[in-house]
């Protein structure tokens, strides 16, 4: 009885073989790619990661009769595990639905659970409309994942194809999105929707594309030519991060800064503090000489944000950007700078500050845009970011701005001012005008008064003598010292035995 | 046509160009001062500067045009 039962299994084997190798096949076909795209949704995640590392989870999984709409699985990114969504254009556009949406939760909790970051290929039409309220209630689902990830694992979102209504909202939920140039748009309502509901005749480009997200509205933080270069921008970006909050960093072999930009150092700031300089000239001059990642390099130029090694050690740097708008700081540059700053620190990557800040700019327009409340997520970002801060003045620092830039009061581990650097609570033609208001008005001539008084101004208030004095500044040092001095604190400060606090 | 434009409010501090000017791409057609830093207002294609659209000592806003360029005359 019981190996009569055993050989009739076994000769069903062939059957389940022929069976599975069918739907293997069939779910293969499903995804050839169309339109624009070069690559299928398997394509793109195998690409990805480390070649031949990549493993397809519920490969089987099925919705009407076709696949779930979604390639998910994992593999390996140097080496290291990550989670990944890519999402199926070829099944009905990629649209989330009851089943789809299922299979998305599934590689997010997968992640969240062992700490992997996870990386979502966007390519989806939108919500499933045929799903109904199901489809909605799955978008709602992973956004709530989304935010729970947020806690644990980097989140990063390519968007290689449309990326519509509710499946817009997921990307805005993670670390970091990228757009493939042409062929990535986000919007909550495409070309079509927007004509019926108000009349405006619009392409998809003009609503939601590479260049209005990179350089508007920094719904995205990166525009790529390719989907080959998305994803070896994911690679990228993923090389400075560790897998999960908490995780170890990445630490690679120090390389020392790029010589000739360490010469150039000393005379690299113009003296008269009104002249722009380019600060990336100055960033090479400190950080190793090698790979470097800055995001948002087009929306809010005038702050410069971007991951880099000193002493093989990831960073986060921030600086001011003086040839960009003179390096102010606005309602849109602090949410930029306090996006990057929160998470470099919920991350644990140090922050090293570069300042050099004529202020926060004034005006009706930015009072408008709310330029008090984003001010303050940079305030906020600073005090709570648990990561060493290492800040350096290397111009001038006025006002609120100087606070804003990672001051000591906000919990700098570290501050330096170089040596010719101006630190006060108003630029010197703002404090001499309110200071010496009846002199310069009773003067015969008040622009020599002024330029009299702003030298002394500068001489006796604002050097950074006063501040080191204070011992609102640590130190004041040379340009050329400042990578050496950095790297010193960033080894005293990621000391600490059984692992970093 | 093509306009070099300011990228900050500010004050016509310094007009470099002038029209009929041959410019590059990201050459000054003018200095704006604002906050006390110089920030210039560049061309953003080749060309040559066609006309001047604002006087030393004006206020301008982000976004204004500074000056047309015309890209069809080579630089």
Redesign the interface.
């Known amino acids: 009885m019981f190996r009569s039962d055993a050989v009739s299994e076994v000769e069903q084997l062939p059957d389940h073989r022929t069976r599975l190798e069918d739907r293997r096949q069939e779910r293969f076909r499903r995804v050839e790619p169309r339109g624009k795209r070069v690559h299928t949704a398997r394509e793109r995640a195998e690409m990805l990661v480390d070649a031949g590392s990549f493993v397809e989870t519920t490969p089987l999984r099925a919705a009407h009769g076709g696949g779930s709409g979604v390639v998910t699985g994992w593999g390996l990114i140097d080496g290291r595990p990550v989670v990944i969504a890519s999402h199926d254009a070829a099944v009905a556009s990629g649209a989330i639905g009851e089943v789809m949406a299922d299979a998305i939760m599934d590689a997010q909790r997968l992640a969240i659970r062992r700490g992997y970051p996870i990386v979502y290929i966007n390519d989806s039409g939108g919500a499933r409309v045929p799903d109904g309220i199901l489809a909605l209630h799955g978008c709602g689902g992973i956004f709530a994942l989304n935010v729970e990830a947020q806690r644990h694992i980097p989140q990063i979102s390519l968007i290689l194809g449309p990326c519509a209504g509710a499946a817009a909202y997921s990307p805005a939920l993670t670390d970091w999105t990228i757009m493939v140039k042409g062929q990535g748009h986000m919007f909550l309502t495409g070309p079509d929707i927007v004509k019926a509901a108000t009349g405006e005749d619009v392409t998809a480009d003009e609503i939601g594309g590479s260049r209005l997200h990179t350089e508007t509205s920094g719904v995205a933080h990166l525009e790529v030519e390719s989907e080959q270069e998305a994803l070896e921008s994911a690679r990228l970006l993923l090389s400075f991060l560790p897998s999960r909050v908490g995780g170890e960093q990445r630490i690679g072999d120090p390389v020392p800064a790029n010589p000739r930009a360490v010469d150039a150092l000393p005379a690299l700031v113009p003296e008269k503090?009104?002249?722009?300089f380019d600060m990336n000239q100055l960033i090479d001059g400190v950080l190793d000489n090698g790979a470097r990642l800055e995001l948002m390099p087009r929306h809010a130029g005038s702050i410069l944000t971007l991951f880099g090694r000193l002493d093989g050690r990831p960073v986060g740097v921030v600086a001011n950007q003086?040839a960009?708008?003179?390096?102010?700081l606005d309602a849109k540059s602090s949410v930029k700078l306090a996006r990057f700053v929160e998470f470099c620190g919920r991350f644990g990557l140090p922050i090293l500050t570069f300042v050099d800040v004529?202020?926060f700019?004034?005006?009706t327009?930015e009072e408008g845009r709310g330029v008090i409340t984003h001010g303050a997520k940079v305030l906020k970002a600073y005090v709570d970011a648990a990561s060493p801060k290492l800040t350096v003045v290397v111009r001038k620092a006025y006002g609120g701005a100087y606070i804003a830039m990672g001051a000591k009061s906000l919990g700098a581990d570290m501050t330096w001012a170089w040596s010719n650097a101006e630190i006060a609570v108003m630029?010197p033609?703002g404090a001499v005008a309110l200071l010496h208001r009846r002199a310069l008005a009773a003067a015969e001539d008040p622009t020599a008064l002024r330029d009299e008084l702003a030298a002394e101004y500068r001489e006796n208030v604002a050097r950074p003598y006063v501040a080191a004095e204070a011992g609102i500044v640590d130190d004041v040092i040379f340009p050329e010292e400042t990578r050496g001095r950095m790297a010193d604190a960033l080894r005293m400060l990621t000391h600490s035995e059984g692992g970093p606090r | 046509m093509i306009h070099a434009r300011a990228?900050?409010?500010g004050n016509v501090w310094k007009i470099v160009a002038r029209e009929g000017d041959p410019v590059a791409a990201g050459d000054a057609v003018a200095i704006l001062?604002?906050?006390?830093?110089?920030?210039?207002v560049v061309a953003p294609t080749a060309g040559h500067v066609s006309r001047l659209l604002v006087d030393e000592g004006q206020i301008v806003?982000?976004g204004d045009p500074i000056a047309e360029i015309d890209a069809t005359v080579g630089a």
């Open positions: 503090a009104s002249v722009v003086p960009c708008r003179g390096g102010i004529p202020g700019l004034p005006g327009v630029g033609g | 990228e900050i409010v001062e604002t906050m006390k830093m110089e920030i210039p806003q982000e």
